[in-house]
């Protein structure tokens, strides 16, 4: 038996006037998709738990069977795996992201979370330096992608408070310093690295090209090492992951998975869809599971981008869903399952919480034990409202794994 997750992650959305009230699931051709929904059973998955952060790192965990409220211990301990770096127990692990502040009327506000999509070749020569300049007593820095890398504090304090820094862009970022108990370290962390990059060589460059500065850090989403058991040793399966964003491989790290890296996979919309299914399959040949991740339709709804979205969902259909289910015809007995981690819808340009549609199909028509049963007709599409018609609920969403391997 081979088993396949698909995840397009922020695919689900609420209903949008310009599309006739049509979700962007709705609108988009995905008859890959459908033809699941109407051979399998869809239905809706609450991913992200009741006070919980709606985000990938929690509804991930949900998606590959870890219950978030046992397992979740922050953003950042998942990256730390992606980027090769084993977390201690005395660690704590920060996201440090790279932004811009502007500075007006004597106030200083968060102008870009990312400082302009900094490259990544920019940016670790600018962590590295801060690793030289402020790196100490236990405090290390290390380059990851482009605006996203990592601080390590070696006994760091339990109970800081921070804030994403995406979800303050245009604010002014005095209300949303790091609070509690050794926050303090962390605000003249960045205010040194703010005299530091002034003038910083590489920021230098980039204004002569006309880009924004990377002027300071951002320090948040810490966590420690989350004490996860493998898919191995709880299932006893054997597989691999494929995506482009770290803290998604890092989970299927601490999930014992391989990690495939695939050649031209950006997370945006400009990914390698066909790669990563061509890759997909090819994993099966040897493990018996896969999981594939697509960032591009969670990019649009952040972008407000309706039309990316749905051209982001079709390519998913189309490239990924479509190709490893004509792909999966070599193996004899499979079962998939394909769903959204959480929703980005568009109007919101940011995550919710609201339960996602999952569509599951088993291709041995047998829904008997552990399987949900089929709809007999009650979906017809992939989409949020046929899983809520389907009267098919999970309110824990790590558990669906447990019926995808037949527990
Ligand atoms: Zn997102």
């Known amino acids: 038996m081979k088993y396949v997750i698909l995840i397009g992650d922020g695919m689900s959305d609420y209903p949008i006037e310009e599309l006739g009230n049509k979700t962007p699931l709705q609108a988009a051709k995905t008859p890959n998709m459908d033809k699941l929904v109407q051979k399998g059973s869809i239905g809706l998955v609450r991913t992200v738990p009741e006070g919980f952060p709606p985000g990938s790192d929690v509804a991930i965990l949900s998606v590959l069977g870890y219950d978030p409220k046992k397992y979740y211990t922050g953003r950042s301990p998942l990256e730390a795996a992606s980027i090769g770096v084993n977390l201690g127990p005395h660690d704590l692990a920060l996201r440090c992201n790279l932004v811009t502040l502007a500075e007006r009327d004597a106030k200083i ?120 058991p493998t898919l191995k040793e709880r299932f006893g399966i054997k597989g691999s992951i494929i995506s482009a964003v770290d803290l998604v491989k890092g989970v299927g790290i601490y999930g014992g998975l391989n990690v495939v890296n695939v050649p031209g996979a950006t997370g945006y919309i400009d990914t390698n869809y066909k790669g990563k299914a061509e890759y997909a399959l090819k994993e099966l040949e040897a493990r018996d599971f896969v999981c594939v991740h697509v960032e591009a339709p969670d990019e649009a709804g952040h972008n407000g981008d309706l039309k990316g979205k749905i051209k982001a969902i079709e390519d ?10 004509e792909g999966l015809a070599r193996f004899k007995e499979y079962r998939i399952l394909v769903m959204p981690d959480h929703p980005t819808p568009i109007v919101k340009k940011t995550h919710t919480r609201d339960p996602v549609p999952f569509v599951f199909y088993p291709n041995t028509q047998n829904f008997g034990a552990g399987v949900y049963p089929a709809n007999e007709g009650s979906g017809k599409a992939f989409s949020e409202a046929d899983a809520k018609a389907s009267g098919l609920f999970v309110e824990e969403g790590h558990r669906l794994i447990e019926r995808l391997f037949e527990r």
């Not at 390590?152 to 509690?180: M, R």
């Not at 998913?316 to 289910?325: A, H, I, L, N």
């Open 316 to 325: 998913f259909d189309k490239e990924v869903v479509g190709r490893v289910v």
């Open 109 to 228: 506000y968060m102008d870009d979370f990312s400082s302009d999509h900094i490259s990544t070749d920019e940016a670790k020569e600018i962590i590295m330096d801060i690793d030289k300049e402020l790196g100490e007593n236990g405090i290390r820095f290390y380059p990851g992608m482009s605006y996203r890398h990592l601080m390590v504090w070696h006994g760091g304090p339990d109970g800081l408070e921070t804030t994403p820094p995406h979800d303050i862009s245009g604010k002014e970022i005095n209300d949303y310093l790091p609070k509690g108990k050794g926050s303090d370290k962390l605000v003249q962390l960045m205010n040194s690295s703010q005299m530091l990059l002034k003038g910083h060589p590489v920021n230098v460059k980039r204004e002569e090209e006309g880009h924004k500065p990377a002027n300071s850090i951002w320090l948040w989403g810490q966590g420690r090492k989350p004490d996860m």
